[in-house]
């Protein structure tokens, strides 16, 4: 038997109220889903961009040292 199957199973025995409220979790579950793919998709694209504005750029010798970037506290 497939999970899903066991969940039609209790899905049958519950009254409508509770079925109602079972939607709910079923609606909440898919759109935090599609937000944690949307975030994934985003951070690929990210990646593929800097990769793109990088491209040729490895062995180039930064006109920065280490002390340009290096910031004080007083």
Do not use: N
């Not at 994934?40 to 040292?65: F, K, Q």
Request: charged share 30%; glycine share 2%.
């Amino acid at each position: 038997m497939t999970t899903l199957d066991h969940i039609s199973q209790h899905l049958q025995t519950l009254p409508e109220p509770v079925l109602r409220e079972v939607l709910d979790f079923v609606e909440f579950l898919k759109s935090r889903h599609k937000i944690s793919k949307a975030c994934e998709e985003d951070t690929m694209w990210t990646d593929l961009s800097l990769t793109s504005a990088m491209r040729g750029m490895e062995d180039e010798e930064s006109p920065y040292t280490l002390t340009d970037i290096k910031e004080s506290f007083r």
